[in-house]
């Protein structure tokens, strides 16, 4: 039996499917005479106090609650987190009238079963000043609302800028949200966005980040196999959108290494999930190993540089350095990588993930079975690659590193698919010996890669070189990996 939840007549329960795209304020007023806007735009201006507890835990429970003002018009909205939706948003909200900006949170919302009597504390966090306007378009048989939103995020003294294009879906296929964003992007540059106005608020009001490490992937134990590979890939495109702007304003070593680690995370889900997808999608990924092929080269550096501290060769690297992030923050900068992270989003939104196990679409079997069967196959593989890991050769032993983070990865994507107590022993106990073979391997392959890369620098030759190659350590290294995988091998599964 279904029990239908029960809202007051001014209370409007509703999914909104959203595409929100990032632009730069000084290009807004291109984009409004651009010509793909047909008609004169309604205006207003858009007040919202945001409120939570002093402990933030409206956010921690997953949403966030607002009072808009227009005008005299006032609108109180709660909105489930669709943060990890990574640009396009697709989640519930609960709207109604208020009176006054007091919230009006009685049990017609979810907040108060989920605060208890923590909701007495609630007061205004911050406010968003928006000057908003709107056009309706039509796309490709599709109704599209699109909203321009110029304006602050404001935190007492502290202000951080609002501009941003808002996509949302009246009618007709998502598709046509893509369609459009494709023909703004011809007009002026844009990136996907995946901040909600209330993350960016909840950001100033506290330290700016450095970087942003991989966000759990909340997988319930009734997520079919499709809408995992959906959550998956939208939390990979969410975490390198996030470190890509960290990058681009601070060349913080740390944010190009997450947004590699976002790469990598994303690679490895088209992988993961090839016995679903086949082929689908093969030109994003020929594009996202270019990509991560450009960072990995400003890495290498970063790398490098470390290890050349009080060397002689550490101001030519240095300088090195610098010249491969103008080049980086330059490719980032590009349509070409630009337009990336939007096209593996529409492509994401538009398949049906289709599949051959004896006629039945192998995206409707549940996550759990698809994942135990993923984890079964990548971990054969490296208990199989990494047999006699002592006598491998460098190309060998980089191969068994790889499928080796594949498996890490897989194992953290679907980790929420094994709850119970005994699971999640044993997870810990996995990862963590995973994890120990990990930096074995990645040490061994840093000092194979040396060489090479000196090589190419022009440097290896020079005095100094020598000590950054450190082969003196490799046979150690190679007992302690071996050493690894033999404890890997010993370790129980979690699934």
């Known amino acids: 039996m279904t029990i239908e939840p029960i809202f007051p007549e001014n209370m409007q329960m509703a999914d909104e499917v959203e595409l929100k795209l990032e632009i730069a304020s000084e290009d807004a007023g291109k984009f409004e005479v651009s010509g793909l806007l047909a008609g004169a735009p309604k205006k207003m201006r858009q007040i919202s106090t945001y409120f939570d507890t002093p402990d933030h835990d409206v956010a921690n429970a997953g949403f966030s609650l607002r009072i808009r003002r227009s005008g005299k018009k006032r609108v109180q909205t709660i909105k489930a987190d669709g943060g990890s939706a990574a640009g396009l948003f697709i989640r519930s909200e609960w709207e109604r009238a208020a009176e006054n900006d007091t919230p009006v949170l009685d049990f017609a919302t979810p907040l108060p079963s989920l605060l208890g009597d923590k909701i007495d504390a609630i007061a205004p966090a911050f406010e968003v000043e928006i000057d908003r306007q709107s056009w309706t378009i039509d796309e490709s048989g599709a109704t599209i609302e699109l909203v321009l939103d110029r304006g602050d995020v404001v935190v007492g003294e502290r202000r951080s800028p609002v ?47 450095a970087r942003v490490t991989a966000e759990t992937v909340i997988l319930a134990g009734d997520t079919t196999a499709a809408q995992a590979l959906g959550q998956i890939m939208q939390s990979c495109i969410r975490q390198f959108r996030l470190n890509e702007a960290l990058l681009l304003a601070n060349r913080n070593t740390e944010a190009l290494h997450q947004a590699r680690v976002a790469l990598r995370r994303l690679r490895s889900a088209f992988a993961i999930f090839k016995p679903m997808i086949g082929d689908a999608g093969i030109d994003l990924r020929t594009e996202l190993r270019w990509l991560a092929s450009e960072l990995g080269k400003v890495r290498d550096l970063d790398v490098l540089l470390k290890r050349a501290e009080g060397g002689p060769l550490h101001d030519r690297i240095a300088t090195m350095r610098e010249a491969a992030y103008d080049n980086v923050c330059e490719i980032l900068s590009s349509a070409r990588a630009r337009r990336l992270m939007l096209e593996v989003t529409a492509w994401i939104a538009a398949s049906d993930w289709s599949g051959t196990a004896d006629g039945e679409r192998e995206g409707n079997r549940p996550a759990r079975d698809f994942a135990a069967r993923a984890l079964d196959r990548y971990r054969r593989k490296v208990k199989r690659k990494g047999r006699n890991l002592a006598s491998l050769d460098d190309d060998a032993r980089h191969e068994v590193r790889k499928s080796a983070k594949k498996l890490r990865y897989a194992a953290e994507f679907f980790a929420g698919l094994f709850e119970r107590k005994s699971e999640k022993r044993r997870h810990k106990r996995f990862v963590k010996a995973l994890e120990a073979l990990q930096d074995q391997l990645g040490a061994l392959n840093d000092l194979a890669a040396a060489p090479e890369l000196l090589t190419r620098l022009g440097i290896a030759e020079s005095p100094g070189a020598a000590e950054l190659m450190a082969h003196g350590k490799k046979g150690r290294l190679i007992e302690t990996a071996a050493d690894a995988h033999e404890d890997f091998v010993d370790t129980k599964r979690f699934w």
Do not use: M, N, Q, W
Not at 184 to 207: N, Q
């Open 163 to 209: 501009c941003e294009i808002e996509l949302e879906l009246k009618s007709g296929d998502p598709a046509a949200l893509f369609a459009f964003a494709r023909r703004i992007d011809a007009v002026v540059p844009i990136r996907l966005g995946v901040l909600s106005k209330s993350e960016r608020g909840y950001r100033l009001t506290g330290a700016a980040p």
